[in-house]
Protein backbone atom coordinates (compact mmCIF):
# COMPACT_ATOMS: atom_id res chain seq x y z
CA UNK A 1 0.00 0.00 0.00
CA UNK A 2 2.63 2.40 0.63
CA UNK A 3 4.80 1.87 -2.55
CA UNK A 4 1.17 3.14 -4.43
CA UNK A 5 0.84 5.70 -2.36
CA UNK A 6 4.61 6.82 -3.26
CA UNK A 7 4.07 5.87 -6.83
CA UNK A 8 0.94 8.12 -6.90
CA UNK A 9 2.62 11.05 -5.03
CA UNK A 10 5.54 11.18 -7.42
CA UNK A 11 3.62 10.05 -10.52
CA UNK A 12 1.54 13.72 -9.40
CA UNK A 13 4.83 15.65 -9.50
CA UNK A 14 5.68 14.58 -12.40
CA UNK A 15 2.59 15.68 -14.12
CA UNK A 16 2.57 19.44 -12.38
CA UNK A 17 5.52 20.07 -13.37
CA UNK A 18 5.50 19.49 -17.16
CA UNK A 19 4.99 22.53 -19.46
CA UNK A 20 1.74 23.08 -20.12
CA UNK A 21 0.22 25.05 -23.00
CA UNK A 22 -1.73 28.08 -22.79
CA UNK A 23 -5.22 27.47 -23.09
CA UNK A 24 -8.38 30.38 -22.52
CA UNK A 25 -9.38 27.77 -20.11
CA UNK A 26 -5.91 27.86 -17.67
CA UNK A 27 -6.56 31.58 -18.07
CA UNK A 28 -10.03 31.43 -15.77
CA UNK A 29 -8.23 29.49 -13.22
CA UNK A 30 -7.10 31.43 -10.19
CA UNK A 31 -3.22 32.84 -10.43
CA UNK A 32 -1.87 32.30 -6.96
CA UNK A 33 1.88 32.95 -6.29
CA UNK A 34 4.46 30.21 -5.07
CA UNK A 35 4.64 32.42 -1.52
CA UNK A 36 1.30 31.88 -0.56
CA UNK A 37 0.96 27.89 -1.83
CA UNK A 38 4.23 27.76 0.84
CA UNK A 39 2.21 29.73 3.53
CA UNK A 40 -1.22 27.66 2.73
CA UNK A 41 0.32 24.31 2.82
CA UNK A 42 2.22 25.14 6.07
CA UNK A 43 -0.81 26.40 7.96
CA UNK A 44 -2.39 23.24 6.94
CA UNK A 45 0.19 20.95 8.49
CA UNK A 46 0.43 22.76 11.27
CA UNK A 47 -3.56 22.63 12.16
CA UNK A 48 -5.28 19.78 10.57
CA UNK A 49 -8.17 19.92 12.71
CA UNK A 50 -10.54 22.83 12.49
CA UNK A 51 -8.48 24.09 9.61
CA UNK A 52 -11.16 26.30 7.90
CA UNK A 53 -12.71 27.47 10.77
CA UNK A 54 -9.83 28.80 12.49
CA UNK A 55 -8.07 30.14 8.99
CA UNK A 56 -10.59 30.81 6.63
CA UNK A 57 -7.79 32.29 4.11
CA UNK A 58 -5.47 29.85 4.25
CA UNK A 59 -8.22 27.48 3.17
CA UNK A 60 -9.64 29.50 0.54
CA UNK A 61 -6.03 29.39 -0.55
CA UNK A 62 -5.40 26.11 -0.11
CA UNK A 63 -8.28 25.12 -2.05
CA UNK A 64 -7.14 26.88 -5.17
CA UNK A 65 -3.90 25.85 -4.64
CA UNK A 66 -5.29 22.06 -5.05
CA UNK A 67 -7.75 23.19 -7.86
CA UNK A 68 -4.89 24.22 -10.04
CA UNK A 69 -2.79 21.65 -8.29
CA UNK A 70 -5.11 19.38 -10.33
CA UNK A 71 -5.65 21.24 -13.65
CA UNK A 72 -1.99 20.86 -14.47
CA UNK A 73 -2.10 17.27 -13.41
CA UNK A 74 -4.67 16.88 -16.00
CA UNK A 75 -3.14 19.12 -18.38
CA UNK A 76 0.19 16.65 -17.97
CA UNK A 77 -1.56 13.59 -18.22
CA UNK A 78 -3.12 15.01 -21.65
CA UNK A 79 0.24 16.27 -22.89
CA UNK A 80 1.89 12.28 -21.90
CA UNK A 81 -0.87 11.05 -23.46
CA UNK A 82 -0.68 13.05 -26.86
CA UNK A 83 3.15 12.04 -26.84
CA UNK A 84 2.21 8.70 -26.80
CA UNK A 85 -0.26 8.80 -29.62
CA UNK A 86 1.90 10.38 -31.82
CA UNK A 87 4.85 7.83 -31.24
CA UNK A 88 2.29 5.10 -32.04
CA UNK A 89 1.01 6.74 -34.90
CA UNK A 90 4.09 7.51 -36.29
CA UNK A 91 5.63 3.96 -35.65
CA UNK A 92 2.53 2.24 -37.34
CA UNK A 93 3.07 4.57 -40.37
CA UNK A 94 6.71 3.52 -40.62
CA UNK A 95 5.34 0.31 -40.53
CA UNK A 96 2.85 0.39 -43.27
CA UNK A 97 5.73 2.27 -45.78
CA UNK A 98 7.76 -0.18 -45.19
CA UNK A 99 5.08 -3.51 -46.06
CA UNK A 100 4.03 -1.37 -49.02
CA UNK A 101 7.79 -1.70 -50.34
CA UNK A 102 8.18 -4.82 -49.74
CA UNK A 103 8.40 -6.84 -52.64
CA UNK A 104 4.95 -9.29 -53.35
CA UNK A 105 5.28 -13.14 -51.62
CA UNK A 106 4.11 -14.98 -55.36
CA UNK A 107 6.42 -14.32 -58.00
CA UNK A 108 4.06 -16.90 -60.08
CA UNK A 109 6.75 -19.34 -60.38
CA UNK A 110 5.64 -21.43 -58.00
CA UNK A 111 1.88 -22.51 -58.22
CA UNK A 112 -0.80 -21.38 -55.63
CA UNK A 113 -2.93 -23.69 -54.01
CA UNK A 114 -5.65 -24.69 -56.44
CA UNK A 115 -3.90 -24.02 -59.50
CA UNK A 116 -2.07 -26.75 -59.51
CA UNK A 117 -3.30 -28.92 -62.62
CA UNK A 118 -3.94 -25.94 -64.99
CA UNK A 119 -0.78 -24.29 -63.90
CA UNK A 120 1.03 -27.81 -64.98
CA UNK A 121 -0.23 -28.32 -67.98
CA UNK A 122 0.08 -24.93 -69.57
CA UNK A 123 4.03 -24.80 -68.62
CA UNK A 124 6.23 -25.13 -71.72
CA UNK A 125 8.48 -28.49 -71.88
CA UNK A 126 11.88 -28.76 -73.50
CA UNK A 127 13.11 -25.01 -73.17
CA UNK A 128 16.51 -25.77 -74.08
CA UNK A 129 17.67 -25.26 -76.92
CA UNK A 130 20.08 -26.69 -79.30
CA UNK A 131 22.74 -24.75 -78.42
CA UNK A 132 22.00 -25.78 -75.03
CA UNK A 133 22.10 -29.47 -75.60
CA UNK A 134 25.01 -29.56 -77.91
CA UNK A 135 27.57 -28.76 -74.79
CA UNK A 136 28.95 -31.25 -73.24
CA UNK A 137 28.46 -31.70 -69.31
CA UNK A 138 31.84 -31.72 -67.29
CA UNK A 139 31.73 -32.64 -63.85
CA UNK A 140 33.77 -31.17 -61.02
CA UNK A 141 37.50 -31.66 -61.08
CA UNK A 142 38.90 -33.53 -58.31
CA UNK A 143 41.92 -32.85 -56.77
CA UNK A 144 45.25 -35.76 -56.54
Known sequence: MRFLLRITFWLGLVLVLLPRDKTPESEKLPQIGAADAVQAATAAVSDMTQFCKRQPAACEVGG?????????????????????????EQITNEKNEKSDKKAPDHTGSITLAGEGDTAASEAPRDTLTQDDLA?????????N
Open 64 to 88: QAASIIGQRAQDGAKKIYQIINDKK
Open 135 to 143: LEWRGPRLA
